[in-house]
């Protein structure tokens, strides 16, 4: 089979290795749709200190059944299924403190490797992880679940419902979905902030208000969005401290900030302390999904309250994966859908 591999870092090569074989618990699936996800594009520019080169891509993926291990019960071959690429452990602190979103070894064990024509899928993630994808719905978009599922825990953190106000601080697929869950949550107005054109048009088209911040300082323009108040919820998905900060000063008394983006590790952030204290300010952070998270994004795609078809703006067969990173990177794409055929 052919699969993709970044060499080194900015070097992809798309190589021919045997199919895998499933062990115990292990599902094989035939991919038939991949996305493309900042992580990768992190990984193809600057490399992972903890993935030696050479280094798999892709980890949102949909596809099909092709071989199953001893031992699994709940899937046969050729059955359509959608997964995310993560499973807690159940039994560390976190896990059984409904925390699995922090379990070590849920994002420490992640499936890398869906830029290819089949990927085998262990264990413990079949086991949590790997559910029949809905009737009709469409592999590329059932491959967005890892990312939905990643925003509905974000939004399960605040009070979307009671929002009046909502200002998403960036434009990418994340902030996409959050506007997508806004919509879901009640009549609140949701203001997208960006540089990108593409984007800011597909903000526009899910519903969303928009202002390019490509044209100069946005607080000003936010600021009078929200009749000078400030928004009931602001949601940072950039990933970078001043957007941070920002995101805490556009907040309205008693709103709530969800800083979603994570940003390089040693960094820090400012916060007036006066505002934090005296207008009540609850900041939170989110990080990845627990199992529940993933049912309900599961349940979102399969009865189409969420669209995802406007994020998927471009495909790209597997020997062009590296202009469908190329695209990423660039912003001209949001996601690219890698399809092996």
């Not at 991949?34 to 200190?49: E, F, I, N, S």
């Not at 699994?72 to 299924?81: I, K, L």
């Not at 925003?151 to 419902?161: K, N, S």
């Not at 970078?240 to 920002?246: C, I, K, L, N, Q």
Request: net charge neutral; glycine share 10%.
């Amino acid at each position: 089979m052919r699969v993709v591999e970044v060499v080194r870092p900015g070097e992809l090569a798309v190589r021919e290795v045997p199919v895998p074989v499933p062990g115990p618990g292990e599902v094989v699936v035939r991919v038939e749709a991949a996305l493309t996800c900042g992580t990768d594009v992190k990984l193809y520019q600057r490399g992972h200190p903890k993935i030696p080169f050479p280094a798999p891509l892709g980890h949102e993926f949909a596809g099909v059944v092709a071989a199953v291990g001893a031992g699994v019960a709940s899937f046969r071959e050729g059955d359509a299924v959608a997964g995310v690429p993560t499973a807690p452990c159940g039994r560390c602190r976190a896990c059984v403190r409904g925390r699995e979103n922090l379990c070590p070894e849920a994002a420490g064990r992640i499936v890398l490797g869906a830029f290819a024509e089949y990927v085998r899928v262990p264990a413990h993630v079949v086991a949590a992880s790997l559910f029949p994808r809905p009737a009709g719905l469409a592999p590329a978009v059932a491959a967005a679940l890892e990312p939905l599922a990643c925003v509905v825990h974000g939004a399960g953190r605040v009070a979307l419902e009671r929002a009046e106000r909502v200002v998403v601080l960036g434009d990418g697929p994340i902030a996409l979905l959050f506007v997508e869950l806004v919509r879901l949550s009640g009549p609140a107005r949701v203001l997208v902030v960006g540089k990108h054109a593409r984007r800011l048009a597909a903000a526009r088209a899910l519903g969303a208000e928009v202002v390019d911040a490509g044209a100069g300082p946005p607080e000003a323009q936010v600021r009078e969005w929200t009749g000078g108040v400030g928004a009931d919820v602001v949601v940072e998905a950039v990933g970078r401290p001043e957007v941070w900060e920002s995101a805490v000063a556009l907040a309205a008394p008693g709103g709530e900030v969800l800083l979603f983006g994570g940003c390089a590790a040693g960094t820090q952030a400012c916060f007036d302390t006066y505002r934090l204290h005296y207008d009540e300010l609850e900041v939170k952070g989110a990080f990845h999904y627990g199992r529940a998270d993933v049912r309900r994004a599961l349940a979102l795609l399969g009865a189409r309250r969420v669209r995802v078809e406007p994020l998927l703006t471009h495909r790209r067969p597997l020997a062009r994966a590296e202009e469908a990173l190329a695209l990423a990177a660039s912003r001209e794409a949001i996601k690219v859908v890698l399809e092996p055929a």
